[in-house]
């Protein structure tokens, strides 16, 4: 199982776009990189998948590069509801497997 | 938007007590999973189940913990003697075949005094 690494907190303003870098130096050919948000007391929510180059949804963006060793969450324009942790993980996509997370970077946004 | 529905949201026990925490997973999904995340830590997994069977436990898994799809909606997850250490939020997640991502529930949290 690849480990990430990502930091472990950041802090942002409302408006602006915030960026999540995470380190798998060890991802393996059948991985792919998804990313999870979580609320106080609340399930984790995915938010994004990718396996190369830039995914996007109405949520967020996701950029890998062609090592694909990182890759950068992009929440463009946050609020204050973004306040959250968000993780990075590695593995295969088959349906079955389960996940494996890591501790996290939690975001706070500030007014 | 479809749910995964857990109930309760809070529950208290007492230690050596039994504890069922239930879930309804999203009707259409066919992977079913149990994790726990104890006050300040990560989010932990704890069981899979797929075709009526576990697929795969951590070790947290003992035999005091045991899973049960009972009646083809709900998922059950039975704490057969509780421990102050099991203390945590209990999150039930279900997953299509063919959709990445799981869908998590809101989660019990369970007390155990």
């Known amino acids: 199982l690849a480990k990430t690494t990502q930091p472990i907190s950041m802090d942002s303003y409302e408006g602006q776009e915030v960026n999540i870098t995470c380190s798998h130096n060890n991802i393996a050919t059948n991985d792919y990189i998804t990313w999870y948000q979580q609320f106080p007391s609340q399930g984790p929510r995915f938010i994004i998948q990718?396996?190369?180059t830039k995914v996007t949804n109405e949520v967020a963006s996701l950029f890998i590069p062609a090592d694909r060793k990182s890759s950068t969450l992009s929440l463009p324009r946050v609020s204050l509801s973004d306040t959250a942790v968000y993780y990075c993980?590695?593995?295969?996509?088959?349906?079955?497997?389960?996940?494996?997370f890591g501790g996290g970077t939690r975001v706070l946004v500030k007014p | 938007e479809p749910e995964v529905t857990q109930t309760p949201s809070h529950q208290v026990t007492q230690m050596g007590q039994e504890v069922i925490l239930r879930c309804v997973p999203i009707s259409n999904h066919l992977y079913f999973y149990w994790y726990r995340q104890i006050l300040g830590q990560k989010v932990e997994f704890l069981v899979s189940f797929y075709n009526n069977e576990i697929s795969e436990k951590s070790e947290i898994f003992d035999d005091q913990f045991s899973v049960e799809r009972p009646d083809g909606s709900n998922f059950t997850l039975k704490i057969r003697s509780t421990k102050l250490e099991d203390s945590a939020m209990y999150f039930c997640?279900?997953?299509?075949?063919?959709?990445?991502?799981?869908?998590f529930g809101s989660g019990t949290r369970l007390t155990v005094v």
């Open positions: 993980l590695v593995g295969e996509a088959a349906a079955g497997n389960k996940l494996t």
């Open positions: 990718g396996y190369k």
């Open positions: 997640a279900s997953r299509s075949g063919t959709n990445y991502g799981y869908t």
